[in-house]
């Protein structure tokens, strides 16, 4: 077990983190052995994460059309899904064990189902929030249904919809761990196997750290994908800073103007007699 050594604590925590960075250096991969190392289990980890949210969105998709056309039918696929992940995530991956083998499907299907419970109400609540008037218009122009759900509604649902796949794809990502206790898991296997178990936590750090990184770097192209996918929303942002700014110049043009800034003119002009209760 690495440990924070010496009688000065900073350089202990500096030797600390460089026995730990050495040993990531080290074990990041080795040439003759692929499977060996961080490099093959983060690979894993990535491979696992993202298969499982691409189906849960895959199947989030239609299913949420479907609640949002038939009212009566999203309550109780609601409540399947909230039921589906209330099983804890070990004992489902057993469960999958006899069917499925150590293959990913094993970490895939259940991470996939949790998914669910992220996304299909931000699927549906985004399909809802598609204002009446605006589908109505979509309708007056002869759209037809698959039409007007591609490019009218779909549109108006991404920011609710991305919104909830950032949150699932963080979770999922921190989930795969878990897999590593059925010889799965990518950065899991780090942690567990070469971390709690030997007692060793170079490992730990370095898969926490790894997890961590990922899960940004994820949320951050989802970000920029939300950003490329709605770019009326850019335009509002742009004019409301045009009109923030406009507002703001036309303040700092009346304090020039009279030297007295805008607050202090508009008590001026209602008099001392008409201030407020609290004056």
Do not use: K
């Not at 469960?95 to 189902?113: E, H, K, N, Q, R």
């Not at 030297?259 to 209602?270: E, I, K, N």
Request: aromatic residues 8%; contains cysteine; glycine residues 10%.
């Amino acid at each position: 077990m690495i440990a924070v050594e010496g009688g000065n604590g900073a350089l202990g925590v500096w030797e600390w983190i460089t026995r730990v960075t050495e040993w990531g250096v080290a074990n990041w991969s080795y040439p003759d052995e692929p499977n060996r190392g961080i490099w093959p289990r983060l690979l894993e980890h990535m491979r696992l994460a993202y298969l499982s949210i691409l189906i849960g969105l895959a199947v989030a998709l239609p299913l949420g059309l479907a609640c949002a056309r038939w009212g009566r039918l999203y309550p109780p696929v609601l409540t399947g899904v909230n039921v589906l992940y209330a099983v804890p995530s070990i004992a489902l991956f057993f469960l999958m064990l006899p069917y499925t083998g150590f293959s990913d499907w094993t970490a895939i299907v259940p991470l996939s189902l949790y998914t669910l419970v992220i996304l299909l109400p931000n699927v549906v609540d985004g399909l809802r929030q598609v204002p009446d008037h605006v589908r109505q218009a979509a309708v007056a122009m002869g759209f037809g249904p698959l039409r007007r759900l591609l490019t009218v509604e779909m549109p108006v649902a991404v920011p609710v919809v991305i919104a909830g796949l950032r949150v699932a794809s963080v979770a999922t990502i921190s989930m795969v761990s878990v897999a590593s206790l059925v010889g799965l898991g990518g950065l899991g296997q780090l942690i567990l196997s070469d971390g709690f178990r030997r007692q060793f936590d170079a490992p730990i750090v370095v898969g926490i750290v790894l997890v961590v990184l990922l899960a940004f770097v994820t949320d951050a192209l989802l970000v920029v994908a939300q950003y490329l996918l709605t770019p009326w929303n850019r335009g509002n942002s742009g004019s409301g800073r045009a009109r923030r700014s406009g507002r703001s110049r036309s303040r700092q043009r009346a304090v020039v103007a009279t030297g007295t800034p805008v607050g202090a003119q508009t008590t001026a002009v209602r008099g001392p007699n008409q201030a407020t209760a609290g004056e």
